[in-house]
């Protein structure tokens, strides 16, 4: 990877992109929220989530996001909405840098998740809902270095799985989330 990863590169990287939309009979939606940290480069928000019985992400890190509502005009919507709602950041003035490709969560096939990359001029403060238990902002370029993979164990309905992570002291990103994360940076990468 050649110089940081900044807006300039990830606009360029998303402008002429073409995203897939799957049809799915429940849908989701995911904002990656970028932001400046001390320099030009680029931090994502990243939450934990609040540890629930019967929740099948329960504390595992995440980006702001959740199922669409009827009363969301669209997925764009949705995920300005769950972001508000779950850490209280307004989207609203936010630049939106593009879309990815759908993705699916391995647990289910009727859920599809719209992932939509937003630009902010600057890291702003969380203020946590009752489905958030930590947000933290961690920068692009130690997740592309992969200075911050690693495999770890996981259960998955009572079976350990050995899978792909970011491990950010103790919180491991995997899952959807970190092929979510994955694919923005290769396709951001690729660019250069």
Partial sequence: ????????????ALTHAASREHAARRRAAVALVLAPSTSAALSVLLVRRTEREG????????LPGGHAHPDDADLLDTARRETLEEVG??????????????????RSSDLTVSP????????????LSNEVAEALW?????????ALRDTREVEVRGTTLRVPA?????????GMTFRLLERFLAQVIGTA
């Fill in 1 to 12: 990877m050649s110089g940081p990863i900044d807006l300039g590169r990830v606009r360029s």
């Fill in 55 to 62: 929740d099948p992400w329960s504390g595992h890190m995440a």
């Fill in 89 to 106: 950041i307004d989207l609203s003035d936010a630049e939106l840098l593009g879309r990815l490709d759908d993705v699916s969560p391995m």
């Fill in 116 to 127: 939509f990359v937003f630009g902010v001029t600057a890291q702003r403060t969380a203020t």
């Fill in 138 to 146: 961690v920068p692009l370029d130690a997740l592309a270095s992969d």
């Fill in 166 to 174: 970011y491990v950010i002291d103790e919180r491991v990103v995997w």
